[in-house]
Structures are given as structure tokens and as C-alpha cells.
């Protein structure tokens, strides 16, 4: 699978951005779909995820629950992930990656280690 991550920008604090993770190849409802984002000057770190089964779980990371929503829509090999009060320290470039298969658990789709693919990254600047 080729992801394509897109829908970055720069907005102030308070508003809301959308993200689309885009996907090409085959068996597209078969992949967890994560986004990880990295600041300036720091590492990587877990943003959400959602499983790949039926009856889908998500995931996010403390800094963003309640204000991030991750969601996909099979039939568009897309996966969203919709932002609402971002914040300067939501500053950074957004990549997202798939997983094939796996179980699904937070512990698993957290670490970067466990996916399979990754998208190129899109930057997202929040100013003040």
C-alpha cells in the first residue's frame, strides 16, 4: 500500500484543520491506518490510529483526545483525521502509516515500529 498524507496549513489557535490520508493498492480495509506527527526538534510521537476490522477501534494519544477524531472511509481508501482546537503545540509535520492486520490494541498501533508503510508527511503550523 502508497500513502498519500495531505490537507496541512497554517491556522491560528482555536481552529480546526482536517487530514486526509490517502491510499493506493489493494486491500486497503485490511491495514490499521495510524498518524504520527513530529514537532521541530523533537521525535515522532503517536497522534491516533484506527484498526483495520469490523466494528473499528480508535486510538489517540493523550495530548489530543477530545479534540482529534480519527475516521476512514473504506470505499475512498481514506483516512481522516479531523482537528478541533489545536493548539502552538500542535505544531509539527503529520505522516500517516498502515498496518496490516494485527490486533489492534493501543500498544501495538502506538509504536511507529509496527507499521508498514508511511505516507510523506504534511506540515501543520499553529500560531498563536
Known amino acids: 500500500v502508497q500513502l498519500q498524507a495531505s490537507g496541512g496549513g497554517v491556522v491560528q489557535a482555536g481552529d480546526s484543520l482536517r487530514l486526509s490520508c490517502a491510499a493506493s493498492?489493494?486491500?486497503?480495509?485490511?491495514?490499521?491506518i495510524g498518524w504520527f506527527r513530529q514537532p521541530p526538534g523533537k521525535e515522532r510521537e503517536f497522534v491516533s490510529a484506527?484498526?483495520?476490522?469490523?466494528?473499528?477501534?480508535?486510538h489517540y494519544g493523550d495530548s489530543v483526545k477530545g479534540r482529534f477524531f480519527i475516521y476512514r472511509d473504506n470505499d475512498k481508501n481514506t483516512v481522516y483525521l479531523k482537528m478541533d482546537s489545536l493548539k502552538p503545540e500542535d505544531t509539527a509535520v503529520y505522516y500517516c502509516a498502515a498496518k496490516r492486520g494485527g490486533k489492534g490494541w493501543y500498544g501495538e498501533l502506538s509504536r511507529s515500529e509496527e507499521y508498514d508503510a508511511w505516507g510523506q508527511g504534511t506540515l501543520v503550523t499553529v500560531s498563536s
Open positions: 493498492g489493494p486491500s486497503f480495509s485490511s491495514y490499521s
Open positions: 484506527v484498526t483495520w476490522y469490523y466494528g473499528l477501534a480508535s
